[in-house]
């Protein structure tokens, strides 16, 4: 990194950041208090919308008013409706668009915001655990959250996945950290040919069972619980880990490129999907933001650039790498090969 221009930000600009976090609220809080699902159900007047929502007289109608102003609701004389997007993606009633635990989420880590000066200071995070994963021992609701949450983005790129790769040429996967198998599901449903296995934590298995029945490719998704950093990783062609780098810090990050290295078959590719920063760091697709994020709740991790993971590539044996920009602008897919 050499140089670069003053962006430049006016007073206004300074005073509206100090205040930004009003849209965020005003959107958390809405949907909090099912705004846009009590709207799913046809137009209201601000008092049968604030009946429904059992709400207090006092801030009601300045609360719509103010999701008008910020485009995610419609005032039509005296009628509230959905804007569009929050139509399609917010209310809680058309589930396989319901952004929900996306949104459940970015209200857990809201309050972690409040404290980065403290990680900053300490390189520690906000929550109080071993690694971000303890959030399978809490309750059942926040794991539904994460899955959701992982899903809802995995869905945004994985249709990227299945066709930046060349996947006539293999004939198996893994997906290590596979999740729920929502991206092994779209591979294999766009290259009917593939066998894929969806490796993960055992407790994650009947959430498994469920996503690739309801997907309809059970017989080609397998699910192998395991501990990706204890045991050896399943062979196979191809060996995709999604989202997983940046939650770990660099030691461990070489360990699984070293570890898939071992499970990839001669002539056979790794390939890495992640919010990477760009080489000028400039916070493309709010990479630097969401690096920040890691900060404040995982112990190492970080997002990172592709020319670091085509280091770490090359000392596992990796050869060839190329970067992807997936569609949705802010994720990177990278693919590395095993010579034969
Ligand atoms: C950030 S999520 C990514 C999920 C999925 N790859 C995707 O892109 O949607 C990380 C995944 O790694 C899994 N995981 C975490 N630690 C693991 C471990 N030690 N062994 C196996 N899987 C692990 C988690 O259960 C979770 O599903």
Request: with cysteine; proline share 5%.
């Amino acid at each position: 990194m050499e140089w670069s221009a003053e962006r430049g930000v006016d007073l206004g600009g300074v005073m509206a950041m100090a205040r930004s976090f009003y849209q965020s609220q005003l959107l958390l809080n809405a949907v909090k208090l099912g705004v846009f699902t009590a709207l799913g159900e046809g137009p209201a007047s601000a008092e049968q919308l604030r009946e429904r929502l059992e709400l207090h007289p006092r801030g009601a109608r300045d609360f719509f008013d103010a999701l008008v102003s910020i485009g995610l609701l419609v005032r039509d004389g005296e009628l509230y409706s959905n804007g569009s997007t929050a139509a399609n993606h917010l209310d809680k009633n058309k589930p396989q668009a319901y952004l929900g635990g996306f949104l459940g989420l970015s209200g857990d880590i809201y309050p972690l915001w409040a404290n980065l000066a403290e990680s900053l200071k300490t390189g520690n995070p906000q929550v109080n655990k071993d690694h971000i994963f303890e959030i399978y021992s809490g309750p059942e609701q926040q794991q539904r959250e994460f899955f959701d949450t992982m899903s809802t983005v995995t869905r945004m790129s994985a249709p990227d996945v299945a066709k930046a790769v060349d996947w006539s040429r293999y004939k198996s996967f893994v997906d290590v950290g596979g999740s729920i198998g929502t991206l092994a599901a779209t591979i294999v449903q766009a290259h009917p040919h593939l066998q894929a296995t969806c490796l993960d934590l055992p407790l994650i298995e009947p959430h498994f069972t469920r996503t690739v029945n309801e997907l309809g490719v059970a017989e080609q998704v397998t699910f192998q619980g395991a501990d990706f950093f204890n045991e050896p990783l399943p062979e196979a062609d191809v060996l995709i880990l999604a989202h997983i780098l940046h939650d770990w810090d660099i030691e461990q990050r070489r360990t699984l490129l070293n570890k898939a290295f071992e499970a990839v078959r001669p002539g056979g590719a790794v390939v890495v999907l992640d919010t990477m920063i760009d080489d000028e760091r400039s916070d493309r697709g709010h990479a630097l933001l969401m690096s920040l994020d890691m900060l404040l709740f995982s112990p190492g991790g970080s997002e990172y650039t592709f020319g670091e993971l085509c280091v770490w590539f090359a000392e596992a044996g990796f050869v060839r790498p190329s970067a992807h920009l997936i569609a949705n602008g802010f994720e990177c897919l990278a693919i590395a090969h095993k010579p034969a």
